[in-house]
């Protein structure tokens, strides 16, 4: 009898609050949806700075990438928690603190373990605070939702971002100096004479293969620009 | 509640104890390996002039490389050797602030010579100068005759990509090896980068110019005359010393 209203109690409670999978059907979204549809880059545009400025190469690129996911992720679970206890009218300006905390935690480490990584990248590991990316994140998903969801929409901004510059940086790298991860590609097949391309190098490149990559996507999806 | 004044106040206050406290936190922690790195920096930059170090994967390894293979010393501007400072403590050439030291006048500044010991004899030499937009360094390396360039390094902190900080790639740099900073008279030339880049052949004093660097390739030249006729002195004095015949 007793073990019976017990177990109706419990249904009750499940039947009240559905407890949500892990990894939810909705929360897959928020991982997948920057990736493509909803990228902080190719669609929305942000963080295009960075994006022109650290990719000339693979591996400072995969750093940035790196850096700027871990300084989203936490600067959402951060803001995420503390979101009911931010005064509404200095919101940004705590917004910033949290990002421009992180961004410094993340130079500082660079710097002493990874030190060469910290000369190539040098200021723009502090330029991640201007990185409308993070702190669009923060005004726009974590303020008004829960801690774990806020990590998951970090991570997919996050990778939305990586894979864009990564990608970027890839033909950069080949054409611009012949190498991918400093490793002479051309020279390894055996063609040594390889004319590297001088505007790779330059931001120029990065606009041009942003350009084509904006081009492609949007073809695919046919996603235009509300007027 | 949350939207009164001493609220924001107190929040606002809280906030900013506990960010800097987290920050000055882990800058104490971390400074004595960001020292570690700087140092191991200097080192590998001071043995890449004279030998091939990227193959060298492990820290400690450099070290001891470095420690076998360069000896160390402090001189003046007039070439003599400086062991202690003003305050009786015993000079280190590579704790030398060679930033620091370009600001006195160059009468009073300390000079380190890194000198290769082992093998091929190399004195190196630390730079420090303007580029275009921030400060630029390197070591120059010249070979047992003073004169001839062994090896040149250049650092610099935000030159612009693809233009000013081409300096720091190897295709630059190598095309100051076997350069002369004297000419025959014993005069000191330097080497000048020149403007424009034709890629042609130039004569001893002269590399070929970085397009559309042509600002930072002056700060080099500058950099490279300052620190070669600060050095002269040593350099004359090292020479008759070790009775080198030929310029």
């Known amino acids: ?76 679970l951060i803001i995420s928690l503390i979101r009911d206890f931010i005064p509404n009218r200095i919101r940004i300006i705590v917004q910033l603190a949290i990002i421009a905390a992180l961004v410094t935690l993340v130079s500082e480490i660079l710097k002493a373990y990874y030190y060469d990584m910290f000369k190539v990248l040098g200021a723009y590991v502090g330029l991640i605070i201007t990185n409308c990316i993070v702190m ?32 970027v940086a890839f033909f950069r790298e080949l054409l611009g100096s012949g190498s991918i991860f400093d490793f002479k590609i051309f020279a390894a097949i055996g063609w040594s004479g390889f004319p590297t391309n001088g505007l790779m190098v330059d931001s120029i490149g990065a606009f041009m293969i942003l350009g084509i990559l904006i081009w492609i996507q949007r073809s695919k999806t046919g996603y235009v620009e509300a007027h | 509640m949350r939207q009164s004044n001493t609220y924001i106040l107190i929040f606002a206050a809280g906030l900013t104890i506990i960010v800097g406290g987290l920050l000055s936190t882990t800058s ?20 890449s002039a004279v030998m091939e170090v990227s193959s060298i994967k492990y820290p400690d390894e450099i070290l001891r490389v470095y420690a076998e293979n360069i000896s160390s010393y402090v001189v003046d501007f007039q070439g003599n050797l400086v062991e202690k400072d003003a305050k009786g403590i015993d000079i ?37 100068g303007q580029g275009l937009w921030d400060w630029i360094s390197g070591f120059i390396a010249l070979e047992g005759d003073l004169n001839t360039v062994k090896a040149i390094t250049f650092d610099h902190k935000t030159e612009t990509p693809g233009l000013g900080a081409r300096i720091a790639d190897l295709e630059i740099q190598e095309r100051y090896v076997g350069k002369k900073i004297y000419d025959a008279s014993g005069t000191l030339r330097s080497i000048d980068m020149v403007k424009g880049e034709k890629g042609l052949p130039l004569n001893d004093h002269h590399v070929d110019g970085m397009s559309g660097a042509t600002m930072t390739s002056k700060g080099v030249n500058a950099m490279l005359r300052k620190y070669l006729e600060s050095y002269g002195n040593f350099i004359s004095k090292t020479r008759q010393g070790s009775k080198v015949a030929s310029w």
């Open chain 1, 136 to 167: 669009g994140r923060l005004e726009a998903f974590a303020m008004a939702n829960k801690p774990y969801d806020s990590i998951l929409d970090g991570l997919g901004s996050g990778f939305g971002y990586a894979w864009i510059i990564l990608v």
């Open chain 2, 92 to 128: 280190v050439a590579e704790k030398i602030n060679v930033a620091k030291n370009s600001k006195l006048p160059k009468e009073e500044r300390m000079y380190p010579v890194f000198q290769a010991i082992n093998g091929d004899q190399a004195y190196i030499f630390p730079m420090y």
């Open chain 2, 28 to 47: 104490v922690v971390l400074k004595p390996l960001q020292d570690k790195q700087v140092e191991l920096d200097t080192k590998k930059k001071i043995l």
């Open chain 1, 1 to 76: 009898m007793s073990t019976e209203t017990l177990e109706q109690e419990e249904a009750v409670l499940i039947k009240e609050k559905p407890s949500e999978p892990f990894l939810s059907k909705r929360r897959k979204k928020f991982i997948s949806d920057p990736l493509i549809d909803d990228n902080p880059i190719s669609i929305q545009v942000l963080g295009i700075c960075s994006a022109l400025a650290v990719t000339v190469k693979m591996e400072p690129t995969l750093t940035m990438a790196i850096a700027v996911t871990a300084v989203i992720v936490f600067s959402n």
